[in-house]
């Protein structure tokens, strides 16, 4: 079950461009990840999320898929006829504000919802299925809804600074990762009938906005990429432990870096549970 809106693109009215995004206007014909479009007139413009192609051709292997928004059927029209104009991800199983106007529900599908997985940025309005629930990061592309920020390189968005998420370790490439691991271990473990406890082993829910790492003279610029581990000792039954390692939005050489740094985090986290384990082990 995947959401649209900041989960799988993120959209803005024309008019609500800035200045130093303008340039946009002129680049939908020429790339395939922008669409420029009218809804109800006034003009939108939406920009996929990166991977979300190969994200939907790879998820459609393993899963069956449905589309659940809070946007009207007209825009969830034209945005499905961007992204799976053939119908072969979606067909028309798509749910919209229309049948579904202040919350979402799995109630609406046909299906054991103990086998339903939940794609969405917003926890909110699944008030009844939290544990379907796989939440990622939002989509902010554009300058609209972007939430304030002190610093003052973080004020510009994407679209100004030309950049965007990481393609090859941001969420979308991590959500398929985390789902085909699911997937398989459900198929390999015959007393497993519930795909719920499967991803909740598997991950913790991300906190809400990016990590951000201090910028430092003359050191490449990151963006930042969380690797989530659930973890169990005697000492606490359950210890959710998350690293984050950084990312460049331009890979370089500081990808060496990236590596050492992602070893000794996972050094140090090793050595605490294994003296955590020790303490709660003597009498």
Known sequence: ?????????????????????????????????????????????????????????????LFRMHVYTMSSYGYARD????????KRYFGNRVITREKSPHKKTLDLISADQRRVVIVDDNTSVWPQHKPNLLQVSQYIYFRYQMT????????????????????????????LKLLQKAHTRFQQEEDSNDLRLLIQTLTVLPLKGDFEFPRFPNKPSFSTSAIYLTSFSPLSPQLLLTLAAPIPLNPSAADSTISEQTVALATVVTNVLNTSAAASSKP
Do not use: W
């Open 79 to 86: 945005v499905l006829s961007f992204i799976d104009p053939g």
């Open 148 to 175: 304030n920020n002190n610093s003052e390189e973080d004020s510009y968005s994407y679209a100004e600074k030309e950049s965007d998420e990481c393609r090859s370790n941001g969420a979308l490439s991590n959500v």
């Open 1 to 61: 079950m995947l959401d649209l809106d900041q989960t799988l693109l993120h959209y803005v009215p024309v008019s609500q461009l800035s200045d130093k995004e303008k340039y946009l206007m002129e680049e939908p014909e020429s790339r395939v990840d922008l669409l420029r479009f009218n809804e109800e007139n006034p003009e939108h413009m939406i920009k996929l999320r990166p991977f979300l192609r190969e994200f939907l051709k790879e998820a459609n292997k």
